[in-house]
């Protein structure tokens, strides 16, 4: 188990004071990452004092400490997972041979690629997020915001290290870049596109972080299979903290089930925008907006790119380990879904080409999971009202399904009627505009917004009326 030295001025468990020139030139960038996250972090949150947990060490339990911090002074830094003795590389033509310490020389354009995509989406989350503390529903969520956005920034850290350590000038240019590339920049926007729009009411910061931090969660689990040892240890431990970023969106969405079902059930109809909640039939818009974004995430059904960044051994499968094949995968198919005369049909691929899909559909069945879970909640209501998950050809921007027109169940329609029928199923400027007159500020503990149930329970053994963060 590796402990973090916070005696440093870049806190890190990676013996940064041993590389001199390494350390010189991240502190050089230490300014830079401070002075962007006071202009485009978290707005008015810097006098304010938090519950944060910090890392302490990199073991799966009992690995950090909570207290009460000022935003500012929040310590970002570089933790790597442990290092597995004897390490292999899992699958790819290097296959059985030992995981690299060192990034291979003819692997060093795709590597680099690989973690500033990446690493690019870290820093866009906090901008997209940046407003949303001036209309929280409570402290326990304005708490949980300022968690998320903190684990973030730290996880651009992670990245950043690994560019300065392994990559040289180019490294260093492209963690320059990181911070001059922002969210929704007409010049300058985040490199993918679900990262350049805004999250302007807290029923999109919850379904981010519900959806697009679950792809996350499966673009780090694929990269934490590397046999570049660096990057697999980074991504490993960046995992433990997605998770509860995971869980802010799961129960924060949930919470908002459960009120808008509550009023249905009490007044008998789902239309409780005038009781002050948001009926059931908007959250599925929300749904199938957020959902159908982030399976573009994922890339192209038929991709190369995958097929040789798979090969070459640097990023892999979901619980590649766990899969029985053989790991090289040249002569394996894989079923994916195409457009044939107007009717969707299911077509073998080599398994290579068909990574991103293996992964998407993994990505979905964890989705479904939560989905199952607010189900139950609304049937625990008795409301006639299910949520589901849109077919993975609706509202499509990306692969296969780029230029055709389906349903959310996946009947195919022609454009003209895609138009005339998309704000039946996609939030409207007047959908949009209901759900941010709900958003109303509360900063008195324990109390709640009247559009969402309050929590189960507290953060780390506090009750749920706690002042989880101190205004100044």
């Known amino acids: 188990m590796t402990s973090i030295d916070y005696s440093q001025k870049i806190p890190n468990n990676v013996n940064l ?25 978290p707005e008015g949150s810097h006098n304010h004092e938090v519950f944060l947990r910090t890392a302490v060490d990199v073991s799966p339990k009992g690995w950090a400490h909570f207290d009460m911090v000022k935003m500012p002074d929040y310590r970002w830094g570089i933790f790597l997972a442990d290092q597995e003795e004897d390490r292999k590389v899992n699958f790819g033509i290097h296959k059985g041979e030992a995981a690299w310490q060192d990034v291979p020389g003819e692997y060093r354009g795709e ?3 690989l973690i500033v995509t990446q690493g690019d989406t870290e820093p866009a989350s906090v901008e997209q997020q940046r407003l949303l503390s001036l209309s929280c529903p409570s402290l326990y969520d304005m708490r949980g915001l300022f968690q998320v956005n903190v684990e973030e920034g730290r996880h651009l850290w992670a990245m950043v290290y690994l560019l300065h350590a392994y990559f040289g000038r180019d490294g260093r240019e492209e963690a320059e870049e990181m911070l001059m590339r922002h969210a929704g920049d007409a010049d300058k926007p985040r490199i993918l596109e679900a990262f350049n729009v805004e999250t302007e009411d807290w029923l999109s910061f919850f379904m981010f972080t519900y959806f697009q931090d679950r792809d996350g969660k499966f673009q780090l689990s694929a990269l934490a299979e590397s046999g570049f040892d660096p990057l697999s240890r980074t991504c490993r431990f960046m995992l433990t903290e997605e998770a509860h970023h995971m869980f802010i969106g799961e129960t924060g969405v949930g919470r908002a089930v459960k009120r808008s079902a509550e009023l249905a059930a009490k007044h008998d109809t789902l239309d409780v925008d005038k009781y002050g909640a948001i009926p059931l039939p908007l959250i599925q818009k929300w749904m199938n907006f957020h959902f159908s974004i982030c399976l573009d995430l994922f890339g192209q059904e038929k991709s ?101 027109y389906v349903t959310p169940d996946g009947q195919p329609i022609s454009k003209e009627e895609f138009e005339a029928k998309k704000g039946d199923w996609l939030p409207t400027e007047e959908d949009r505009a209901l759900v941010k007159s709900m958003m109303v500020r509360v900063t008195e503990p324990g109390k709640m917004a009247n559009w969402i149930a309050p929590p189960a329970k507290g953060i780390h053994g506090k009750d749920v009326e706690c002042e989880y963060v101190k205004l100044h």
């Open 304 to 404: 190369t790119n995958a097929a040789n960044f798979y090969s070459m051994g640097l990023k892999g499968r979901f619980n590649e380990t766990k899969i029985k094949d053989d790991h090289v995968l040249e002569n394996d198919l894989f079923p994916v879904p195409e457009f044939e005369n107007g009717k969707l049909v299911m077509k073998e691929i080599s398994a290579l080409t068909a990574i991103n899909e293996r992964l998407r559909n993994d990505y979905r069945d964890d989705c479904q999971r939560g989905v199952d879970r607010w189900n139950k909640t609304i049937r625990d209501m008795g409301v006639d009202f299910e949520l589901t998950l849109p077919h993975t050809a609706f509202h499509r921007n990306i692969g296969t399904f780029r230029d055709t």
């Open 111 to 113: 590597l680099r690629r």
């Open 17 to 41: 004071a041993d590389d001199r020139r390494l350390q010189r030139a991240l502190e050089k960038w230490q300014p830079a990452f401070l002075d962007w996250w006071k202009d485009l972090g």
